[in-house]
């Protein structure tokens, strides 16, 4: 059986709920509360010494931590993972890009204002964030305005790692209307067979 120790407020561990449910695939979720520090104790450390969510583990000694590598590991053989060496490869750059440029800026643009309520002294960094977060968009836009996926043709676990935070963005305050390619990808993601909403783990607000 799979076991995840995951956080329902983070899209990291949100990309997980989304393709186990999109695969059907039986599971196991811990809930790890990271505000609690359930990250950060010796046990999960020894896990995972980044002391962070989501991780995979499939027997004792045998994890996986970082959300992308996860995806991965479970589209593998399956209609997530492309099997098309250039697709593969378009899939990965993809999702080196969401770790690089859109995860960080996006992800904290929304920490910061979500679960911080935005203190006057992480204003600057948080503008940084911000105009980082949009150039990341940007390049995301131009790039779903000549292809319906970030893949190519098809669905794959490269637009579940994009997914987890792009359609958070407005929770950072990063608009997407500027951004009509990206929004139209997020419409058709949430018409993919078997999407599960964010909202099912963790209600907005
Ligand atoms: N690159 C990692 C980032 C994971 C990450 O940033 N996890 C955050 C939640 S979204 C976390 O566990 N934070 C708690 C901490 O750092 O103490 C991934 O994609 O899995």
């Known amino acids: 059986m799979l076991r995840i120790y995951g956080d329902d407020r983070s899209g990291n561990c949100y990309k997980l709920r989304l393709i186990l449910a999109q695969l059907n695939r039986p599971h196991e979720w811990i809930d790890t509360d990271i505000f609690k520090g359930a990250s950060r104790t010796a046990d999960y450390l020894a896990k995972n010494p980044a002391g962070q969510v989501p991780l995979l583990e499939l ?30 490869a378009q899939a990965l ?74 359609h958070l963005a407005e929770e950072g305050d990063i608009a997407l209307s500027p951004y009509p390619a990206v929004r139209a990808w997020i419409k058709r993601v949430e018409d993919t067979p078997g999407y599960v909403p964010m909202t099912n783990f963790c209600p907005a607000g």
């Open 59 to 88: 027997a004792p000694g045998r994890t996986l931590p970082e959300s992308n590598a996860i995806l991965i590991y479970l589209a593998e053989g399956t209609k997530l993972w492309p099997t098309d060496p250039f697709e593969r």
């Open 93 to 166: 750059r993809w999702m080196f890009f969401e770790q690089y440029l859109l995860e960080p800026n996006l992800a904290n643009a929304r920490f910061v204002i979500r679960f911080l309520n935005r203190p006057p002294d992480r204003e600057e960094a948080l503008k940084a964030r911000i105009a980082q977060g949009h150039k990341a968009l940007g390049i995301l836009n131009a790039h779903l305005a000549k292809a319906p996926f970030a893949a190519g043709e098809f669905y794959s676990a490269a637009d579940i790692a994009l997914f987890g935070y792009a």
